[in-house]
């Protein structure tokens, strides 16, 4: 294991305050000699009991030497040491002797695993306290810190009965678990839209699942922190299984010029029929469980709200599933409205009864990954007060660049034949309430219709349909600081949408960190190697309580993890700089030198019957099988073996001069990282199944990591990209396409940060019908590109 | 879906006090008319509010018919029916319109999902009371009956208040979840065995660790349930992987005559150092989490002491850890004892203040699967006192049929080369205290050593060692009534093993109960189709609290989870009968007439280099090359196909004429079941990750089922055995084994319960070395087997 914290922040000269805070020392203590501080320090800490024989059992069984244990040695008169110290650091950490660290050597374990540490010759008792106080913010083998695993074992329970005007508990800049998730308070209210998308004539209500600390009841205010969730509710896998598109089939030439689709319905202004008939302060409605992300929940126990809402056409809320629309934003952002005292919200949807936030200091943070994070976005670009920053994990910027690709319908990985329709059908979950169905289910069925045609399968082109759902048109109106973490490796929500957000804020006055880490569509709050959930803890205090702590310094602004070792994270000031090297085509190899001539080689798209529907159902047989080998569907470049070790980051862009034997056709290009080598796995592997307890006897995640895989593979895709030949100028415009003419195409791929191993080469290949991805129509064209013309221009390619 | 459900017993006289004693009718509501009613007892079992803008609103999302509300339909004077009811149940149980039912038929799915009913002409209140009753016990689409769904949404979070002597509460003879899991009590005691087996001249101290609810402080007695788990306190798989033992090595002739094998390390009577210098009541030890089996958690709010102990040769325990021996048995014993009110127990490792189980009814339950269950049916065989029922899943009988089969060394699937040796070192988890195991080490070490000398790999013969772990044994001395569970699929601990438990307990004055499932090495608790948690629920509260319940009548002696089709269970009233089929191997095919001539054929164990690496790598790769065709490395005989469906019952016995050209070698035979079918998954699938709420904001277990793959597969191995041709007499036998000498040989392969589909063809296959579980010696070895000296007895081939 190899330990990465970057929410630890110098808290020097509040230490001792701090430890005593959380009675770790007394007032007492600091009488003692440092061994004798530092038994006194084991001794507090101890989680199965503290009378004196527990306190003895405990120490008889941890080694302070290779041959002492504790017990013994603390009677020895030894004076404190480096090695006794860590040595026992690495015990209490959970670290095996053996397996993790030698007990003659604990020291090189230290370094090895990259555990905060500092060595003395003598040990004095400021020493003492400072290590024992690196000591509780440091990481276990268990990715808990010693703080959040005390917690775990019930040691600061006593601080749930603190006077709630003495809550939160800060220690090095975070929030102690003080809040007994036993007296949550769970609540439902309706907040009330300006939106009427479900043509009833009135405000829609949408549905608002609150868990709050009791505390709150007591006079504290707590931030809020929001999780927007269209399948919060539920979802109809088996109704979006029944209308996902057929993508067996060809392009066709498409009409020229600008582009003109059937526009989706519109809606109009509601009248507001909630009358005021009172006010409560407590909600009337309550739940049990709501689908939860787990760093809420370990959020909840340190003092937020924790808010939940499925937005419009969801179960017990109004209106219709619009998928990414202005109003869907607009019905999340009532949400943070209502939090911020903005916005009226009833206990249940006919009685009149307005309540509410008043338990809320009026701070509100979005959390959440996919769709979640992508409204969290979307509510940011609308400048709501009150939403003081967004972690915004593998989020849509642009639902174009989610369900098409220049000029093209492009299938999310794995989802093939899926588009807005679909996923509008999936999450409207007004159908878990029959009756409620029933009376909506026309309305719905026509609206739906009306989105089929306009997101316009027929073309791919963008309109006004996708600008609608396009959230970078707003990115200056973001307010919110912003967290952003994407998987390099997320062809789900592909990394060009977190590349796009991340360049925009930079020119926005506000804090951003970007996460970039080695995963698919995945969330990275249980990894082993970083501490994740730390940060944002460290994030919000300062974010939403005000802390004054330092996070934005602590936290890197571009934090990467390494593709080529396991548990390695590193530090970066930027994504992308202005470096760019361009490769050239000559010879059919990527080479640095430019040749100049025209050079044609040619690729032909049709397959026969039996590998066509073997790839089909299985497209990571196509994949395999266009990789392994030169063949007649693709042109594969390849450049020299690197020399050294090289980092790509940015956007690589292709320069094709390409034509093809018909009136229509697409191009599609992969950048492969060639070279037989035992790479991370493809999804972190579940190291402890419920082994990451977020507080005491409350919710558990599963502990993850990244490990090298067992057997070699030869080559990783790790950027792609696809066009239309009749989109060259743009996903919104048509340029017509004559069969075997030549057109020069600039196709920019997904955006990499990628270590490449030396003894490793770059390859480029050069194809049509992703089988993953794209339409497959199996149709017989054949395509020519002139090497001599075409070239691959790599961004930043740095020796490391 | 189906739903099927065992745990429902009659309790028509007792209904109407135990709905009222849940709060879910009053005396008032006798007054009403039977549409009143329904409406008065739906309002009663809403769970978001009950305030009647929420009733109101919940009524309105219901159908009551295909068109009309269920709120609208309650004010419009239509009497009650069956199909008004059946429709609002169904939609109360979470099933789905289109999904899983029309809304114009409920009562087809009413049929179809095997949900308990009662149809009536004209509803009266009795009616309505009894067929609301039945709902309450009816389980949902998401595997909870509607009582434990409207528990785990906090509708009875009021009887946590009711005085202890008001509990458990009991509906439809078991237990409700009244005991608040935010209140329950953890402790650790330190319990005195009558062994050492540390060699250090002192009795072992086990630590077990204690969930009991809050209200035994107040005077009320529960039961126990004790899981039994050597993995419970950690263990070093690393180590284990270290020393598992090299598998492709050849078999060796073995001297002939009885059995001879070192002997294992033996122990003496301990003194017992514990001084007892004072009473305590309650535990100075305590802690937070402990590996828990999720039906235990279930049962823990229902108002059971849950207790774990590792037992000896682990963590903050004494011993070492001696596989299944006498000893561990004994330890495990001992915590029975203990909480029978027969043993000491102390409140840590020194200071020698005893503890009693004060607040336990002396009646105790062993739970767990694998190891867990084994040492449940060890101890059951010990007759302890106070030990009333075990739960044996998965169970080891004897571990000679766990390790080693009729003279070999044999793998549990997917363990190649693990052994007694193995588990103890993975299992001793003494290294997890550094300084106790640095104390221990060398001792261990030398243990080890010797088990590995006497647990035999040499020869795999029965010995001592064997002896020792083999509890049938005993099984005579059985008292506890006993629920066995076990895969029909489970390669790892073989069915074998429970088919002797069943057999014999049979014969002893014990009520038995046999659940035969379609996986392989699992739990069965959350499965959807199946009320396995209520049937325990019943059963323990019957047997540990002495309700009666005829809770033995209920649920049936033998279940059978039928192979062919997801979500079936059959009841039987046995395992096997005396009916038997012999089939003859004329013309290398499976005949039920006689040829009697002898008729040679033969086969070769020996492989080229790259497959028998590939094979060794990839055992499934053997398994699939061997019956995709005939090959020159086993005999395949094949039966007719089946013209009507059968049921094959009980243990296949091969009879063999067989000759090897050496002075070794062994047989394998597997029984398969030859068809291109849609089988049932391997594993049973995830429906919903925590979707199984154990309690209210308690813990939570993955729902899972068995559903039918997506793709056929051609055939299915049901059935198998080995034997080494130099214990034709017996495993504790060794005869000499003459080169090219026909042998008469007998060969028992593992119980089945198969049910065999028309067209299928039953399929014997005979080979000798088996990459998945034999010692692969990749030797040179021509077998003969003279067919027409060869038969196939299959036990009780009925039709269905």
Same mark, same amino acid.
């Given at each position: ?215 709150? @009841? =007591?006079? !504290?205010? %707590? ?10 509710? +539920? #979802?109809? /896998?088996?109704? *979006? ?54 760093? @809420? =929940?370990? !959020?909840? %126990? ?10 419009? +056409? #969801?179960? /017990?809320?109004? *209106? ?481």
């Amino acid at each position: 294991m190899i330990d990465n914290q970057f929410s630890i922040v110098d808290a020097k000269p509040k230490q001792v305050a701090e430890l005593m805070r959380l009675h770790l020392i007394d007032e007492a203590d600091f009488q003692l000699d440092p061994v004798a501080l530092f038994g006194r320090l084991l001794a507090k800490t101890m989680t199965n009991g503290h009378d004196q024989a527990t306190i003895e059992q405990n120490l008889h069984q941890l080694l302070a030497t290779p041959d002492v244990d504790l017990a013994d040695w603390l009677e020895s008169g030894q004076p404190l040491s480096d090695s006794v110290f860590y040595l026992v650091a690495l015990q209490l950490l959970q670290f095996e002797p053996s397996l993790d660290f030698q007990v003659d050597d604990p020291l090189a374990a230290i370094t090895k695993i990259n555990l905060p540490h500092r060595f003395h010759q003598q040990w004095t008792k400021d020493d003492v306290i400072d290590a024992w106080y690196r000591l509780i913010v440091t990481r276990n083998k268990n990715g808990q810190n010693y703080l959040d695993y005390l917690t775990s074992q019930g040691l600061f329970t006593w601080t749930y009965d603190l006077p709630a005007d003495q809550k939160p508990l800060w220690f090095n800049g975070k929030s102690v678990a003080t809040f007994d998730p036993a007296k949550f308070i769970r609540e439902v209210v309706y907040i009330e839209t300006d939106l009427d998308t479900d043509f009833d004539g009135y405000a829609d209500l949408v549905k608002a699942e609150i868990i709050r600390p009791a505390e709150t @009841n =007591d006079g !504290l205010k %707590v931030p809020a922190v929001f999780t927007a969730s269209p399948y919060n509710q +539920g #979802t109809n /896998d088996e109704w *979006g299984e029944k209308i996902t598109h057929n993508v067996n089939q060809p392009l066709t030439a498409k009409k020229t010029g600008r582009v003109k689709s059937p526009a989706e319905a519109t809606f109009s202004d509601p009248r507001y029929h909630q009358q005021v008939n009172g006010h409560a302060t407590e909600a009337s409605q309550s739940f049990s469980e709501t689908g939860s992300y787990t760093l @809420n =929940d370990y !959020l909840a %126990v340190r003092g937020y709200a924790i808010v939940y809402s499925a937005g419009i +056409g #969801t179960k /017990d809320s109004d *209106g219709l599933q619009t998928c990414g629309s202005p109003e869907q934003t607009d019905s999340m952002k009532a949400v943070v409205e209502w939090l911020h005292g903005d916005r009226k919200a009833f206990t249940d949807r006919t009685s009149g009864i307005e309540i509410n936030a008043w338990w809320c200091n009026g701070n509100v943070a979005m959390t959440g990954r996919s769709y979640l994070g992508t409204l969290a976005t979307a509510v940011a670009t609308t400048g709501v007060a009150g939403l003081k920053a967004i972690v915004s994990e593998a989020a849509i910027s642009s639902w174009y660049d989610y369900y098409r690709e220049g000029g093209l319908v492009m299938a999310p990985g794995g989802f093939q034949g899926e588009d807005a329709d679909v996923l509008a059908a999936e999450t409207f979950s007004r159908t878990k309430n029959p009756a409620d169905y029933r009376r909506i289910k026309d309305t719905n069925r026509d609206y739906l219709a009306k989105m089929t045609a306009a997101q316009d399968r027929e073309t791919g082109n963008y309109n006004q349909f996708w600008m609608a759902r396009n959230y970078r048109i707003h990115f200056d109106r973001i307010k919110a600081d912003v967290m952003m973490v994407h998987g390099l490796n997320d062809w789900n929500v592909k990394p060009v949408n977190v590349k796009r957000l991340y360049d925009a804020v930079q020119g926005l006055p506000v804090a951003s960190h970007l996460i970039l880490h080695q995963g698919q569509h995945i969330y990275i709050n249980a990894f082993r190697s970083l501490d994740f959930s730390e940060m944002i803890n460290l994030w919000f205090a300062n974010k939403l309580w005000g802390v004054d702590n330092n996070a934005d310094l602590a936290i890197p602004h571009v934090l990467v993890q390494d593709n080529a070792r396991p548990e390695i994270w590193h530090v970066h000031r930027n994504w992308s700089t202005s470096n760019k090297r361009t490769y050239y085509f000559s010879n059919k190899v990527l080479s640095t030198s430019e040749v100049g001539q025209s050079s044609l080689d040619s690729f032909n798209d049709h397959h026969d019957d039996v590998t066509f529907k073997q790839w089909c159902q299985q497209p990571s047989r196509w994949q395999e099988a266009m990789l392994a080998d030169d063949n007649n569907f693709s042109l594969r470049l390849l450049s020299a073996p690197a020399k050294d070790e090289w980092l790509l980051r940015g956007t690589p862009q292709v320069n094709l001069r390409v034509a093809v034997d018909a009136d229509h056709g697409m191009i599609s290009a992969q950048l492969v990282d060639f070279g037989k080598e035992r790479r991370l796995t493809t999804s972190p592997q579940l190291i402890n199944k419920g082994g990451l307890p977020l507080g005491y006897h409350w919710k558990y995640d599963d502990l993850r990591e990244f490990k090298l895989a067992k057997q070699p593979t030869p080559f990783k895709v790790i950027s792609y990209g696809h066009i239309n030949l009749q989109n060259i100028k743009g996903a919104g415009t048509v340029n017509k396409l004559k069969a075997n003419r030549f057109e020069n195409v600039r196709l920019l791929l997904q955006p990499v940060f990628h270590h490449l191993l030396p003894g490793h080469q770059l390859g480029l290949v050069i194809f049509s019908t992703d089988f993953g991805m794209t339409l497959r129509g199996n149709e017989n064209l054949t395509y020519q590109v002139d090497l001599g013309h075409s070239s691959l221009t790599l961004p930043d390619m740095s020796a490391l």
